[in-house]
Structures are given as C-alpha cells and as structure tokens.
C-alpha cells in the first residue's frame, strides 16, 4: 500500500512516483527532466505514475537540491511609474517563454532597501 502525499503538504512525493514505477527516485527524477539517458519506456511508465498520484515537480525543492533556481528577482524603484509597470510586464513575458520564474520586488526608492 501507498501512502500519497508528504506529511507537510499531502501531495504526492518524487519517492512514492518511483515506488509506483517501480524505480529508484533518481531515476524517476531524471525521467520526468527529460534526460535522455532513462529509456522512453521506462520514461512513459514513470510519466503515467506522476499522472495517477497527480505528481506536480516542486520547484523550490528542485532549485535547493541543484543549487540552481529558475527565479530571476527584478527590483524596482517604485510600481507607480507607468514606465516600471511596462518594463515588468515585458521582462515577465520574455522570462516566462524561457521557463522561468520571476519575483518582483519594490524598494520605494530607499538606498537601504537594495
């Protein structure tokens, strides 16, 4: 029997994906990246077990276990400023086709805030 879900959030973990797979968590980790060193099969099987718990990739946890984020942060002087707003939005569209994330700070024109 499986238990879904971790005890913090109750989603489903990367370990219990492999378990249903039947494989270890690197490889069900690596199948679900795409590397293509896992082969399609097994790839295919470790896809359709992420599906059936309703597996969703953490990716904080990702970025803490890679010491690699995919979060760009963008500090602005201020939100008031059409200019600011219109340069976030397009930053935002760039980086999102890219697969990244963005965080958007504001730091109300404070020398000490930077």
């Known amino acids: 029997m499986i238990r879904i879900g971790?005890?913090?959030?109750?989603?489903?973990?990367?370990?219990?994906?492999?378990?249903?797979?039947?494989?270890?968590?690197?490889?069900?980790?690596?199948?679900?990246?795409?590397?293509?060193?896992?082969?399609?099969?097994?790839?295919?099987?470790?896809?359709?077990?992420?599906?059936?718990?309703?597996y969703v990739a953490n990716s904080a946890a990702r970025a803490l276990a890679s010491s690699f984020s995919q979060t760009v942060v963008v500090l602005v002087p201020s939100l008031s400023n059409q200019l600011f707003i219109e340069t976030l939005e397009a930053i935002q569209d760039v980086l999102r086709i890219r697969g990244l994330d963005v965080v958007i700070g504001n730091y109300h024109y404070s020398p000490f805030a930077r």
Do not use: F, M, W
């Open 6 to 54: 971790s005890r913090s959030t109750g989603r489903p973990t990367l370990n219990e994906v492999a378990r249903l797979a039947a494989v270890s968590p690197i490889t069900a980790s690596r199948a679900l990246r795409g590397v293509t060193t896992v082969a399609p099969e097994l790839a295919e099987k470790v896809r359709a077990a992420a599906q059936t718990l309703g």
